[in-house]
């Protein structure tokens, strides 16, 4: 079954935890790279994180950086962002998605499939 399923987003006060769950059954992580992309209203689509195949070797925006942190469960084949420290700016619907091929891996146009999202919403 070829499909991407993203939970665990919700509503949080500045400063505080979520994590973010990627479903993703199908896709053998020694071939995709898994990401972790969101999208403000009125912005583009910006990568945040992500995992690249086999090795599992991390790339993180740097508006993220020491924050955020991806990784996967190969078990289970779901891979995860826990974001602490939150801040408004993180407001956004965050989308998973796998790359086959790509030649950077936090470039939204080189994924290939896409979750349906899940909304972060920062607020005080």
């Known amino acids: 079954q070829v499909q991407l399923v993203e939970s665990g987003g919700g509503l949080v006060q500045p400063g505080g935890s979520l994590r973010l769950s990627c479903a993703a059954p199908g896709f053998d992580f020694r071939y995709y790279a898994i990401g972790w992309f969101r999208q403000a209203p009125g912005k583009e689509r910006e990568g945040v994180s992500c995992?690249?195949?086999?090795?599992?070797?991390?790339d993180y925006a740097d508006s993220v950086k020491g924050r955020f942190t991806i990784s996967r469960d190969n078990a289970k084949n779901t891979v995860y962002l826990q974001m602490n420290d939150l801040k408004p700016e993180d407001t956004a619907v965050y989308y998973c998605?796998?790359?086959?091929?790509?030649?950077?891996?936090?470039?939204?146009?080189?994924?290939?499939?896409w979750g349906q999202g899940t909304q972060v919403t920062v607020s005080s």
């Open positions: 995992i690249k195949p086999r090795d599992g070797d991390t």
């Open positions: 998605g796998a790359a086959r091929t790509y030649y950077y891996c936090l470039d939204a146009t080189q994924y290939d499939y």
